[in-house]
């Protein structure tokens, strides 16, 4: 269920994108302008992480995730009127708004079902959700648009998805301990791969937001997720544009605009695969974490190399390499809520590495439009690189266990 939340949720957010080219032609929006487009929903989606991860917390996962896609699946239907730049603006807002529970919600749930080891996996499987939602919706919204040859009912029809996906949910999902349809053998096999200061949560307080920022794994958290998350957005968003700036028409770049996502997914899995196996072998959670991220964050600088060049095989391969390692990193950032802090704040710590991604996200969006328009992508495609490396060893050098046990146990052993 989290999977095909985050495949929702991506092909909402995307139709905009993909449908970018031909939104500027028919609107005349410059690159800068678009931008602005774009920056409106990442405005929202920053801050609302916080928020809703605040909220979820207080309110639970299955009722918080409920009141979050019925929203968004609601402005996503509604988007079939917009009108005009201040309309985009105001809907992309909105999206935004109810779309940044998904990441808080889902790591939640993973931390409420899944056992330490099994986790990364649990991440990887809902995170490869946003990657199959990417890669989908190119073909899903163009393959409709070239049919109908209007770009408005194609709101209308992702819209709706969330509402299918929301019964099922309903119906589905409680707590381990609440659920009706789970075994006593399945409930002990949770309980005993987590660790026991989490089975104790339910009698605990919540945890204030400014106690979380005395620990530095949670600055740790928020510094990696504002400098490696850009990345993500900048191909999620602007991959189009920047394979049309290249003289790749949109149609001619469908594998282009298709085969990062897909080496996302296979990123995503990989990760999470390495650093169970490497949990499985006895190493402690955080290390295993750690030395997943030192793999894979600096690898990242061999994207550099396409800044150079213009061959559609060469940018295919660089840009897909990039992406896998980025999502292996990924995998482990979103993970790590739910491997350092106790459950009860899980919620709160994956808002706050949220909106720590949405700042950097509307900061560099600004900055690719402003770049691209005035000289090209050829130094969007450098920082893009080097920011992931940054990223990871601020992490390894931040989010390490503490030497004494937190005497109010919102700090786990890993």
Request: charged share 15%; glycine share 10%; hydrophobic share 50%.
């Amino acid at each position: 269920m989290l999977f095909f939340m985050a495949v929702i949720n991506y092909i909402d957010r995307q139709t905009v994108n993909v449908l970018g080219p031909i939104l500027k032609e028919e609107y005349r929006w410059d690159n800068e302008v678009f931008a602005t487009v774009l920056i409106s929903f990442r405005v929202a989606y920053a801050f609302m992480q916080s928020v809703n991860g605040r909220l979820l917390d207080l309110l639970g996962t299955r009722l918080g995730l409920s009141l979050s896609v019925a929203f968004y699946s609601i402005v996503q239907v509604l988007m079939t009127t917009v009108q005009g730049l201040i309309g985009f603006r105001v809907f992309r807002f909105l999206l935004g708004a109810g779309e940044a529970a998904n990441n808080p919600g889902c790591t939640k749930a993973v931390s409420e079902w899944f056992p330490v080891k099994e986790r990364a996996w649990a991440v990887a499987m809902f995170d490869a959700g946003s990657s199959v939602g990417g890669a989908v919706a190119p073909f899903v919204v163009l393959l409709f648009y070239h049919t109908v040859g209007n770009w408005r009912l194609t709101f209308l029809v992702t819209g709706s998805l969330g509402f299918v996906w929301l019964l099922i949910w309903r119906w589905l999902y409680y707590k381990p301990e609440e659920h009706p349809r789970i075994s006593p053998e399945e409930l002990a096999l949770i309980q005993h791969g987590q660790p026991a200061v989490e089975k104790a949560g339910a009698a605990l307080p919540n945890v204030k937001w400014h106690k979380l920022l005395f620990y530095r794994q949670t600055w740790g958290i928020i510094s990696g997720r504002f400098l490696i998350d850009p990345y993500w957005f900048f191909i999620g968003d602007w991959f189009a544009v920047y394979l049309k700036s290249k003289g790749f028409s949109l149609e001619a770049s469908m594998i282009g605009i298709w085969a990062p996502f897909l080496a996302s997914d296979i990123g995503n899995f990989f990760g999470g695969g390495l650093s169970s196996y490497f949990i499985r072998r006895g190493w402690p959670v955080g290390r295993a974490r750690r030395v997943v991220l030192l793999i894979f964050g600096p690898s990242m600088l061999l994207l550099i190399p396409a800044a150079f060049n213009s061959n559609y095989a060469v940018l295919l391969a660089l840009f897909s390499y990039a992406t896998f390692a980025y999502s292996a990193c990924s995998t482990m950032f979103l993970s790590l809520p739910a491997d350092v802090f106790h459950t009860r704040s899980v919620g709160s710590v994956s808002g706050l590495g949220g909106t720590a991604a949405g700042i950097g996200t509307l900061i560099t969006t600004y900055l690719i439009g402003y770049v691209s328009d005035r000289f090209s992508f050829q130094p969007v495609v450098i920082v893009a690189s080097i920011l992931p490396c940054v990223a990871a060893i601020l992490f390894v050098a931040l989010v390490r266990a503490g030497k004494k046990p937190d005497p109010e146990g919102i700090l786990l052993n890993f």
